[in-house]
């Protein structure tokens, strides 16, 4: 029986905030984003995408409220659509309490 392999964390840090945003990689082809709060200790957990997000070419805003992503979601039915299957967007990590 092969044993499960690790989750892979990649982190962004905020430049003037105590703010950063984890990407935990794994299970297979799943990254969940998960927003730390640095001054508090805290982890806020966000939600799952099926498909891969390229921590390289991501980016958090200096107050860590915005997060720019580059993420691909290759599958049969995203190269079937009109749409790509790869794109950058812009979000809120989660919005701090």
């Known amino acids: ?3 499960t392999p690790p989750p892979r964390l990649d982190i962004l ?3 003037k905030a105590a703010v950063a945003v ?3 990689r794994g299970p297979s082809k799943y990254v969940e984003v998960i927003r730390w709060d640095m001054r508090r200790d805290e982890f806020e957990r966000g939600h799952w995408f099926k498909g891969r997000i390229y921590v390289a070419r991501s980016d958090l805003s200096p107050d ?3 997060l720019v992503y580059f993420a691909l979601k290759k599958n049969p039915e ?3 659509s009109d749409y790509t299957y790869a794109w950058t ?3 809120r990590p ?3 309490t």
């Open 1 to 3: 029986m092969r044993a």
């Open 13 to 15: 840090q905020a430049s």
């Open 22 to 24: 984890l990407f935990r």
């Open 64 to 66: 860590g409220e915005l």
């Open 78 to 80: 995203t190269i079937r």
């Open 89 to 91: 967007a812009v979000s």
């Open 94 to 96: 989660l919005s701090p």
